[in-house]
C-alpha cells in the first residue's frame, strides 16, 4: 500500500483546530492575559515592527502611503477588539467587492514638516482599494498611537466624554505667551452700548461700567428661532437658558474668563438703531473677544456643546494591543465643520474670520485656531518644535486639517475676492436682505486696514491709479453654475449682492480671478494680487444714481458715493454707463446633440467686430456666454441635458431674449505662445419688457492679441466709431 492513502489524506485535508494555530512560528504569542483576545488573523499584524521602522535618508519612517497588509477577515465580520475597531475605522467605498487594507502613513510627509524638525511617527488607515482617495488628510478617520513616551513628536491623544479644560487653557495660555501682537484682541470700548454677560451674576452688563482690564468670551452659533432672548427688568437672563447658553457659561467660567457676549441678549433686538451701530461693528466685537467659542455641533441652541455639562460627543475609538494604545483620530475636521448648520449659516462667516482666537467644538472633537498655530484635541503635537525659532507662529508649512488661511482675513484686495468667493453664494440667510449687513463687518475690517479697500454695495474698489479702472475690475466678478439665479429684491444686479441661488448645494463657481478662458486662445494665469489693475484701461464713463434719484459722476464724487453707501440712508440704485454698445438676442433652441445652447444672432454685420470675436464659433460661443432661460429668469450656466427640459425640445418655438454688450475696458497683462495678449471686458445686459432699465447678466472676458487693430485705437484714444458698435448710455437697475 502507498505510504499516503486515501484515509490519511482525508485527514489532512480537515481544517486543523484553532488551538495548533498558536503554535506556527509565523503567529505571534497571544496577548497577556490583561489585553484583548485577538482572532488568529489580527494575531499576524505586528504593530511593533509597523511603529518601529527606522527612519530613512528622507527622514520619514514610511512614504506617503504604503499599503501594509489586506485585511479580508474584517470585510463581513468582527472577531475580536482589534476587527471591530479596524473595521469601524474601515473607509466605506461605494463599491461593494472593495477589498480593505491596512496602509500606513508618515506624520512628517502629511502635515508637511520640514525635515528633521522633530522624529517622524505612523499613522494608519483602512482604506479600501477602489472608489476613494488613500491621503489620510480625505479619508478622514485615521489611526494613531498615544503615550507618554511621544510627547517630543506627532501622537495620538485620547479623549474622554467630557472635553479636556485643562488642554484648550494650555493652548489660550500658550498663545498669550508667545504670539503677541499677531493674535492680540482690540480694544472695545468705541462701541456705543456695549453689553457683555456676567456670569456669576448671570446679567447683562454695559461694558463701560466694568473695572478695566477686562476680557470676554464671544459666542458664535446657530440662532435657530428658539429660546426667549427678552431680558428681565433688572437685567438678568431668563430662568430657561438654551441648552447651549448654559453651556457657554459653564466654559467660560472653566476658562478662567468672567464675562460671555451672546448676540440675542447683548444687542437689542428691539432698538433698531442700536442694532444696526453693532451690526456695523461686529469686526470690533468678534476681534476684540479674548476667544470666539463656535458651536458647530447640532442644529439651533438646544443642543448645546458637546463635552461640556451634560452635553454628550461622540465616543472616541480605542483599542489597546498588549503595551500599545491605538485611538482614532478624526482628520476631515474641515469637512464636518462645512457640512454643520453652523458652517452654511451667512451670519456665522464672518464671525469666525474676524476673530483671533477661536475654539470649535463638534460632536467629536475640539480644534483651535488663532492667527498663529492650530491644535487638534485627538492629536498631540510639540508646540514648540512646531514653532519659529522666537515661538511667535506656526511654521508656514505646517499643516493639521487648518480651517482658515493662516493670516486669517488678509490684507490685500486679491484677500476679499477671496472672501467675497467663499460667502457670496454659499451661505443661508433667513432673512434675504441681510446679505450685506452679514458680511458687513468682513467689508469693514478691508476699509479700516493700512491699504483701505473699500466698496459699493459689495463690490471692491481696489488700489489703482484710476479710480474708474477700480470700479471696472470690481463690475467684472462672475458666476458659473448649474442652478437657478435669481434677482434679489432691494439689491441692484451689478452686485453680487443682487442675486442669489434658490438651492446652494448645487454646483457653481463664483470668482473675481482673470484667469478665465476665451475664445481662440488657452487658459492662460495671470497675476492675482491686482498689480494688473495700473494696465486696465477703462472705455466707458460710469455715473451713479442714488435711491433720491440724484446722479453723481463716479470719477469725481467716487468717496462721497461710497460714503452714502455705506451709511444706508441713501444707497446707490442705478448704475449709468456710458460707452460702445452692441445689441444681439439669444434663444433656448436646442442643437443638433439634444442640449440647451445659447444661440446668438448679431443684429449686425457679420464682419464686425462682435460678430468675429465673440460669435466665430457656435460651440465656443456657447461655453463663453454660460446663459440659458429658465422661467423668468435668465441663469448662468453651461450646457444642459435636454432631458430635463422635455417641452422646450419638443416644441418648434424658442424664446428670444435682446441683449445688449456693453465695451467694459481692456486689460494688458500675460502672453500666450510668447505673444502679448489683452484681456477685453464686455458686459452683458438685458431689459425685459416693459422696463427702461436693464439688468446685468455676464461679464465676458475675452483674450484677444495686444496688436490687434481695435485695441491700438482705443488705447490711443483715436477710435471714434467701432463697427457694428455705438456709443450710448446704458442704465443697468
Known amino acids: 500500500m502507498p505510504k499516503f492513502g486515501g484515509k490519511r489524506k482525508r485527514k489532512d485535508a480537515e481544517p486543523p483546530p484553532a488551538a495548533h494555530l498558536t503554535t506556527r512560528k509565523r503567529i505571534k504569542p497571544p496577548p497577556p492575559p490583561n489585553g484583548p483576545q485577538l482572532c488568529p488573523a489580527c494575531q499576524e499584524i505586528d504593530f511593533s515592527e509597523i511603529f518601529s521602522v527606522k527612519e530613512g535618508t528622507s527622514g520619514r519612517r514610511w512614504p506617503l502611503k504604503c499599503r501594509v497588509r489586506p485585511l479580508p477577515h474584517i470585510r463581513h465580520t468582527a472577531a475580536c477588539d482589534l476587527c471591530r475597531f479596524l473595521r469601524d475605522m474601515r473607509v466605506v467605498s461605494p463599491f461593494d467587492n472593495s477589498s480593505l487594507h491596512l496602509c500606513a502613513y508618515s506624520t512628517r510627509a502629511v502635515f508637511r514638516l520640514p525635515r528633521g524638525l522633530i522624529p517622524d511617527t505612523v499613522m494608519l488607515a483602512v482604506i479600501p482599494d477602489r472608489g476613494f482617495s488613500e491621503h489620510p488628510l480625505e479619508t478622514g478617520q485615521i489611526i494613531m498611537e498615544c503615550g507618554d513616551n511621544l510627547r517630543d513628536r506627532i501622537a495620538g491623544h485620547q479623549t474622554g466624554?467630557?472635553?479636556?479644560?485643562?488642554?484648550?487653557?494650555?493652548?489660550?495660555?500658550?498663545?498669550?505667551?508667545?504670539?503677541?501682537?499677531?493674535?492680540?484682541?482690540?480694544?472695545?470700548?468705541?462701541?456705543?452700548?456695549?453689553?457683555?454677560?456676567?456670569?456669576?451674576?448671570?446679567?447683562?452688563?454695559?461694558?463701560s461700567d466694568l473695572p478695566k482690564p477686562a476680557d470676554f468670551v464671544a459666542l458664535s452659533y446657530v440662532w435657530g428661532g428658539v429660546g426667549d432672548s427678552r431680558l428681565n427688568v433688572n437685567g438678568t437672563l431668563p430662568p430657561r437658558l438654551p441648552r447651549l447658553v448654559g453651556n457657554s457659561i459653564e466654559l467660560t467660567g472653566r476658562l478662567g474668563f468672567k464675562y460671555l457676549w451672546i448676540d440675542r441678549y447683548c444687542i437689542p433686538q428691539n432698538d433698531a438703531e442700536a442694532r444696526y451701530t453693532q451690526i456695523q461693528n461686529m469686526d470690533v466685537v468678534f476681534g476684540s473677544a479674548a476667544v470666539t467659542v463656535i458651536a458647530a455641533a447640532g442644529e439651533d441652541p438646544t443642543y448645546g456643546l458637546p463635552g461640556v455639562g451634560s452635553t454628550p460627543r461622540n465616543e472616541q475609538r480605542?483599542?489597546?494591543?498588549?503595551?500599545?494604545?491605538?485611538?482614532?483620530?478624526?482628520?476631515?475636521?474641515?469637512?464636518?465643520?462645512?457640512?454643520?448648520?453652523?458652517?452654511?449659516?451667512?451670519?456665522?462667516?464672518?464671525?469666525?474670520?474676524?476673530?483671533?482666537?477661536?475654539?470649535?467644538?463638534?460632536?467629536?472633537?475640539?480644534?483651535?485656531?488663532?492667527?498663529?498655530?492650530?491644535?487638534?484635541?485627538?492629536i498631540s503635537v510639540p508646540l514648540k518644535a512646531l514653532h519659529t525659532?522666537?515661538?511667535?507662529?506656526?511654521?508656514?508649512?505646517?499643516?493639521?486639517?487648518?480651517?482658515?488661511?493662516?493670516?486669517?482675513?488678509?490684507?490685500?484686495?486679491?484677500?476679499?475676492?477671496?472672501?467675497?468667493?467663499?460667502?457670496?453664494?454659499?451661505?443661508?440667510?433667513?432673512?434675504?436682505?441681510?446679505?450685506?449687513?452679514?458680511?458687513?463687518?468682513?467689508?469693514?475690517?478691508?476699509?479700516?486696514?493700512?491699504?483701505?479697500?473699500?466698496?459699493?454695495?459689495?463690490?471692491?474698489?481696489?488700489?489703482?491709479?484710476?479710480?474708474?479702472?477700480?470700479?471696472?475690475?470690481?463690475?467684472?466678478?462672475?458666476?458659473?453654475?448649474?442652478?437657478?439665479?435669481?434677482?434679489?429684491?432691494?439689491?441692484?444686479?451689478?452686485?453680487?449682492?443682487?442675486?442669489?441661488?434658490?438651492?446652494?448645494?448645487?454646483?457653481?463657481?463664483?470668482?473675481?480671478?482673470?484667469?478665465?478662458?476665451?475664445?481662440?486662445?488657452?487658459?492662460?494665469?495671470?497675476?492675482?494680487?491686482?498689480?494688473?489693475?495700473?494696465?486696465?484701461?477703462?472705455?466707458?464713463?460710469?455715473?451713479?444714481?442714488?435711491?433720491?434719484?440724484?446722479?453723481?459722476?463716479?470719477?469725481?464724487?467716487?468717496?462721497?458715493?461710497?460714503?452714502?453707501?455705506?451709511?444706508?440712508?441713501?444707497?446707490?440704485?442705478?448704475?449709468?454707463?456710458?460707452?460702445?454698445?452692441?445689441?444681439?438676442?439669444?434663444?433656448?433652441?436646442?442643437?443638433?446633440?439634444?442640449?440647451l445652447l445659447p444661440f446668438i444672432n448679431a443684429t449686425d454685420n457679420r464682419k464686425s467686430f462682435l460678430h468675429r470675436r465673440f460669435l466665430g464659433h457656435k460651440d465656443q460661443s456657447s461655453r463663453s456666454f454660460q446663459m440659458r432661460v429658465s422661467g423668468e429668469a435668465i441663469r448662468l450656466a453651461g450646457s444642459v441635458d435636454a432631458e430635463h427640459h422635455p417641452a422646450k425640445?419638443?416644441?418648434?418655438?424658442?424664446?428670444?431674449?435682446?441683449?445688449?454688450?456693453?465695451?467694459?475696458?481692456?486689460?494688458?497683462?500675460?502672453?500666450?505662445?510668447?505673444?502679448?495678449?489683452?484681456?477685453?471686458?464686455?458686459?452683458?445686459?438685458?431689459?425685459?419688457?416693459?422696463?427702461?432699465?436693464?439688468?446685468?447678466?455676464?461679464v465676458i472676458r475675452t483674450k484677444i492679441p495686444r496688436e490687434t487693430g481695435m485695441l491700438q485705437d482705443l488705447r490711443k484714444g483715436t477710435a471714434e466709431e467701432l463697427h457694428g458698435w455705438k456709443k450710448c448710455k446704458t442704465q443697468i437697475a
Open 161 to 207: 466624554s467630557r472635553v479636556d479644560f485643562g488642554l484648550i487653557a494650555s493652548w489660550l495660555d500658550f498663545c498669550a505667551t508667545h504670539h503677541g501682537r499677531l493674535c492680540q484682541w482690540e480694544d472695545v470700548t468705541p462701541i456705543p452700548g456695549f453689553s457683555v454677560i456676567d456670569c456669576s451674576a448671570r446679567k447683562v452688563v454695559l461694558w
Open 318 to 378: 480605542s483599542v489597546r494591543i498588549g503595551n500599545r494604545t491605538l485611538v482614532s483620530t478624526s482628520l476631515n475636521i474641515s469637512r464636518q465643520v462645512a457640512h454643520s448648520k453652523w458652517g452654511s449659516r451667512g451670519w456665522t462667516y464672518q464671525e469666525a474670520y474676524l476673530s483671533k482666537r477661536r475654539l470649535v467644538f463638534t460632536v467629536e472633537t475640539v480644534y483651535f485656531q488663532c492667527c498663529a498655530m492650530h491644535c487638534l484635541e485627538t
Open 389 to 595: 525659532k522666537n515661538l511667535q507662529r506656526m511654521r508656514d508649512s505646517v499643516n493639521i486639517s487648518r480651517l482658515w488661511p493662516l493670516r486669517g482675513l488678509g490684507k490685500s484686495a486679491a484677500d476679499l475676492d477671496e472672501r467675497i468667493e467663499e460667502y457670496a453664494f454659499k451661505r443661508q440667510l433667513t432673512y434675504s436682505d441681510d446679505i450685506l449687513n452679514a458680511f458687513e463687518g468682513v467689508l469693514s475690517r478691508f476699509k479700516r486696514m493700512e491699504r483701505p479697500v473699500r466698496n459699493i454695495l459689495g463690490v471692491p474698489v481696489h488700489h489703482s491709479n484710476s479710480i474708474t479702472a477700480s470700479l471696472v475690475v470690481g463690475l467684472s466678478w462672475e458666476l458659473y453654475q448649474s442652478g437657478d439665479l435669481r434677482k434679489r429684491p432691494g439689491f441692484p444686479s451689478w452686485s453680487w449682492a443682487g442675486w442669489s441661488l434658490t438651492d446652494p448645494d448645487y454646483w457653481h463657481q463664483f470668482r473675481f480671478k482673470l484667469d478665465d478662458f476665451s475664445l481662440g486662445y488657452e487658459r492662460t494665469n495671470f497675476q492675482q494680487d491686482r498689480s494688473t489693475l495700473k494696465h486696465t484701461t477703462p472705455l466707458v464713463d460710469i455715473d451713479i444714481q442714488m435711491a433720491d434719484g440724484a446722479l453723481w459722476p463716479w470719477a469725481q464724487t467716487s468717496d462721497l458715493i461710497m460714503e452714502m453707501a455705506s451709511s444706508g440712508k441713501n444707497p446707490p440704485k442705478f448704475l449709468h454707463l456710458t460707452g460702445y454698445t452692441a445689441e444681439a438676442r439669444i434663444s433656448d433652441r436646442p442643437d443638433k446633440r439634444g442640449f
Open 649 to 698: 425640445v419638443a416644441g418648434q418655438h424658442y424664446q428670444f431674449y435682446h441683449l445688449r454688450f456693453v465695451l467694459l475696458g481692456f486689460m494688458d497683462d500675460g502672453e500666450f505662445d510668447g505673444k502679448p495678449i489683452s484681456i477685453v471686458m464686455t458686459m452683458v445686459v438685458h431689459r425685459r419688457q416693459g422696463s427702461a432699465a436693464y439688468e446685468r447678466l455676464a
